[in-house]
């Protein structure tokens, strides 16, 4: 135990010692039935006699906070626990430099959502504003047997460091279910990433420099937003339409930034549910090449889709190098894994893998080596097959709630594939106006204005996760949505 | 499956599947018996006739790429792999913006030294590169069978996201185990990280711009080095001695330089093995408060103590919230885990907090579920207790070896904890020089320079890693380093 001892200090010894172990016991540190180190050991370990620490053990045992069990020792006793956290006291004095830091936002908009929804208090909550699937759907038995079979397999090499860019099995078994999927790559072109996030921020920061601009559509991911904003780059806005990113407006926004970076979600977009056409896809990829852009492709939940033609992922239209292609298995599978990875070609590969190193050397393992044995071809196509078999019904359930429980006016488009629906609320209803009314019917969704650069726009808009609740919660939380939208407007 | 097709080319359609398939099976990317989608299915998928996937299909059973099973569908069938990846072949036609990239080194310094041991072909070498402690002394039966009771436990709730900070429970385990080694905190001021580095990584990005300074022990921790160079910081170093930094030459640096953050490793030192003494612990605290910088202290193995007094950490010693304390379960218990931790008063918590989420949202649930379960206070000491006696012989071991078989001349101090003896070589023996012929004899260090701001500094230093090796390989390690040495001079 090393316990900070002044001996310039005019408090004697043993009392520094008694006055440490005593805050440490009332403030919970120490806790109940802790044993102390013997008196000779602290004595050792601190360079004082040993009467010093015997004197103050006995003193904190006149005070009922240890007592001692012959030959066994001294050990702490039950207390009270003091409110009042070191942090809270050390406010007061405050340095200098901590006083001029600018905090972010530590908070994101979904648990801030699940934070007013609880505060509605309803009893049984139904929340739609979730940006991953459903977690109940993942065969978490099967997996824990998979984490077993490996550990028994592995043994101490699975908690060894592994290789930075990722485990190799597991970077083929990408390279495979890309394949299946109509992306051809490389495993040496896969990076594996703490999630998309991580892959998302590592090349943004290895692209841009602060002040530098990256071209995103308007609306998109915000989480992204945030990233970027933080990041200190210029975001600029390409807008949508039914068709995904309005291509033939991007040169001119190319001519005129001079981004470098175009973010951008081709399909089943976040949050408006929509694919980029195919032949925009082509149109980007060549003005990309022509004014030299690289493009990052954010396919969060590109293999999740619903009914209609598949459309090739920009990377596997991209014969140069000029895509990184990032996907997760958070999405889709399990998001507490937190393992993504990045496609890339070319010398950019070897800048995000230094970055990756520089920021957490390496993903952990031993989640690898499971994943790698969990996710074979075989199992991501059933297991992705029963998923959309899952989720079209969701879709279509809430569909039908909507047009049974919302006004007519409402509007948007049925998604083919993903996680969201985007509706536009009659006119005149702002979404942040009724999100505070819903909490309190007892369902939540995301207000449109969180996904624009500029969020005054989108208030009349809001994204609601079709896929993370059972077709009778989704009829019922519409139902609510329905009867929040009424009081709003009574209100009014 | 989303093959990319192009509708505007003269190539037929089935000869773009074709060939697409055909490039997929060859490259190993589809791998012997995957079954492709069904021919109404793929056709389905990409808007063709039916036929113009059968057409596809029998080309490539005409070649022997696949084989149709009656009524089951179509495989791949084995092929021999074709060398050369994708990467490679893109490498021709690279855009430009992946020209001007600046590439850092993504190759760390220990494995560099595992290339050249290995390069050396002894059949039986020995690594004292390390940086770590010895994996092999982990119960992973025990964590196997942790891990178990967690999922089992826990089941879909482990592999949720988990709160940004980390999980709370793990939290407070962190905070009894520090109160019980002498570092008073509080559950709320720990940040869960992936590792120290990116506990390094996140406190540097937000306490430093580009061309900030930042102040270091020199020599000290290479991927600090490199982190910090990469990140664009200037570096500027404060020398040692066998008490640790050199802290009364400190002030006219703070003067001089101005620097944002002062990064040190007070305990058991990296690579010199050194702690700083119990003045000059005070004396840095007191001047980083008259000069308003913050310190960010690396305590990577302080709890490793093999003899003397116990050195409180300088967190422990700061009373107002100027100290950033950094640790990590990775070089004490197991590197794979990937989990570190921060503990931060004050709105720096709450910045370093939300550039975490920035950069990978949190780590993951499940490893944390799982090392609460484990690491409780009786367990970390007692495993601490066993590692300390297990390290000290092997320090003991060290010691001997090298009275034994280095040339007398060398020099060095003995370390009282911690992983490393920092050893001088002979006048004239370079250890960049040494070291092919030590990897040749079978036995690898890491020179000296690696440590140094200035890598021209070093030259004639080694580190040598004493605790991840057995008593048996060590003295025959440092025989080795003896003959490799006499060599080196034969050769002059």
């Given at each position: 135990m090393r316990i900070p001892l002044d001996r310039q200090s005019e408090t004697p010894l043993y009392q520094q010692i008694e006055s440490y172990l005593r805050q440490a016991i009332l403030s919970g540190n120490l806790s109940a039935n802790t044993r102390l180190p013997a008196c000779r050991q602290l004595a050792h370990d601190l360079g004082v006699n040993r009467s010093t620490v015997e004197n103050a053990y006995s003193a904190l045992e006149a005070d009922g906070l240890v007592f001692s069990r012959m030959g066994s020792g001294t050990y702490v006793l039950q207390q009270e626990i003091l409110p009042g956290t070191p942090s809270q006291s050390i406010q007061h004095h405050l340095p200098l430099w901590q006083q001029s830091l600018h905090t972010h936002n530590s908070i994101s908009t979904s648990e801030m959502v699940e934070e007013m929804l609880k505060t509605g208090g309803h009893p049984h909550p139904i929340n739609f504003?979730?940006?991953?699937?459903?977690?109940?759907?993942?065969?978490?038995?099967?997996?824990?047997?998979?984490?077993?079979?490996?550990?028994?397999?592995?043994?101490?090499?699975?908690?060894?460091?592994?290789?930075?860019?990722?485990?190799?099995?597991?970077?083929?078994?990408?390279?495979?279910?890309?394949?299946?999927?109509?992306?051809?790559?490389?495993?040496?072109?896969?990076?594996?990433?703490?999630?998309?996030?991580?892959?998302?921020?590592?090349?943004?920061?290895?692209?841009?420099?602060?002040?530098?601009?990256?071209?995103?559509?308007?609306?998109?991911?915000?989480?992204?937003?945030?990233?970027?904003?933080?990041?200190?780059?210029?975001?600029?806005?390409?807008?949508?339409?039914?068709?995904?990113?309005?291509?033939?407006?991007?040169?001119?926004?190319?001519?005129?930034?001079?981004?470098?970076?175009?973010?951008?979600?081709?399909?089943?977009?976040?949050?408006?549910?929509?694919?980029?056409?195919?032949?925009?896809?082509?149109?980007?990829?060549?003005?990309?090449?022509?004014?030299?852009?690289?493009?990052?492709?954010?396919?969060?939940?590109?293999?999740?889709?619903?009914?209609?033609?598949?459309?090739?992922?920009?990377?596997?239209?991209?014969?140069?190098?000029?895509?990184?292609?990032?996907?997760?298995?958070?999405?889709?599978?399990?998001?507490?894994?937190?393992?993504?990875?990045?496609?890339?070609?070319?010398?950019v590969y070897e800048s995000l893998l230094s970055y990756k190193r520089l920021s957490d050397l390496a993903t952990s393992t031993l989640i690898q080596r499971a994943l790698d044995a969990f996710v074979t071809v075989g199992r991501y196509q059933t297991y992705l097959h029963r998923s959309c078999q899952v989720f079209r019904k969701r879709r279509d359930a809430m569909i039908k709630a909507i047009e049974r429980h919302l006004p007519s006016k409402v509007s948007f488009d049925i998604p083919s594939g993903g996680l969201f629906v985007w509706l536009q609320l009659p006119n005149g209803i702002s979404a942040n106006e009724l999100l505070p009314i819903a909490c309190q019917e007892g369902v939540a969704f995301i207000p449109g204005n969180f996904f624009f650069i500029d969020n005054l726009q989108g208030e009349g808009w809001m994204r609601l996760n079709f896929v993370s609740q059972s077709v009778e919660d989704i009829e019922e939380g519409i139902k609510r949505l329905g009867a929040a939208i009424r009081k709003l407007r009574t209100l009014k």
């Open positions: 504003a979730s940006g991953v699937s459903d977690v109940r759907e993942f065969p978490a038995e099967e997996f824990r047997k998979t984490l077993q079979t490996v550990m028994r397999r592995d043994q101490i090499d699975a908690l060894e460091y592994g290789e930075p860019n990722g485990y190799a099995p597991l970077r083929e078994g990408i390279a495979h279910i890309l394949a299946s999927q109509g992306l051809q790559t490389h495993p040496e072109s896969i990076l594996i990433t703490a999630g998309s996030q991580q892959a998302i921020f590592l090349t943004s920061q290895v692209l841009l420099k602060p002040n530098d601009t990256i071209l995103v559509e308007n609306p998109t991911y915000s989480a992204a937003i945030d990233l970027f904003r933080t990041l200190g780059y210029q975001i600029v806005g390409v807008s949508m339409d039914n068709q995904g990113m309005q291509v033939d407006r991007l040169e001119k926004l190319l001519q005129q930034h001079h981004p470098k970076l175009i973010y951008t979600i081709p399909n089943f977009h976040n949050p408006t549910g929509t694919c980029l056409s195919s032949i925009r896809r082509r149109q980007l990829i060549m003005l990309a090449e022509r004014y030299n852009v690289p493009i990052l492709e954010d396919d969060f939940v590109g293999d999740l889709r619903y009914e209609g033609h598949a459309q090739p992922s920009l990377k596997a239209l991209d014969p140069g190098g000029q895509v990184i292609y990032v996907s997760t298995f958070s999405k889709m599978l399990v998001p507490g894994l937190r393992v993504g990875f990045i496609v890339a070609d070319g010398p």
